[in-house]
């Protein structure tokens, strides 16, 4: 039971950060640090979620510049995700 909790707490760990590129460019950057229960597809999803809340806050849209992810490797390798947007003015 302890070790079942114990991957739960440790499995859906994440990081991110929004840094700005360039005056209207943003990159944001998550890596899962899941061994076994990782998820590529809601990471992406969670990503481009809080690129569009960012953007939204300031009143305006997040245009998808490009991304680049790697897929889960259990015991090997993180899923990760880098995902370049601009924020634009709505219309």
Same mark, same amino acid.
């Given at each position: 039971?302890?070790?079942?909790?114990?991957?739960?707490?440790?499995?859906? $760990?994440?990081? +991110?950060?929004?840094v /700005?590129? =360039?005056?209207?460019?943003?990159?944001?950057?998550?890596?899962?640090?899941?061994?076994?229960?990782?998820n590529?597809?809601?990471?992406?999803?969670?990503?481009?979620h809080?690129?569009? $809340?960012?953007? +939204?806050k300031?009143? /305006?849209? =997040?245009?998808?510049?490009?991304?680049?992810?790697?897929k889960?490797?259990?015991?090997?390798?993180?899923?990760?995700?880098?995902?370049?947007?601009?924020?634009?003015?709505?219309?």
């Amino acid at each position: 039971m302890m070790v079942a909790v114990a991957l739960l707490l440790t499995g859906c $760990a994440t990081t +991110e950060e929004i840094v /700005k590129i =360039a005056p209207d460019t943003y990159v944001l950057s998550r890596k899962e640090h899941s061994d076994y229960l990782g998820n590529g597809a809601k990471l992406k999803a969670g990503v481009i979620h809080d690129a569009n $809340a960012f953007a +939204e806050k300031q009143g /305006k849209v =997040a245009v998808a510049v490009s991304s680049k992810e790697t897929k889960l490797i259990p015991s090997v390798q993180s899923a990760t995700i880098e995902y370049k947007f601009r924020v634009e003015d709505k219309g």
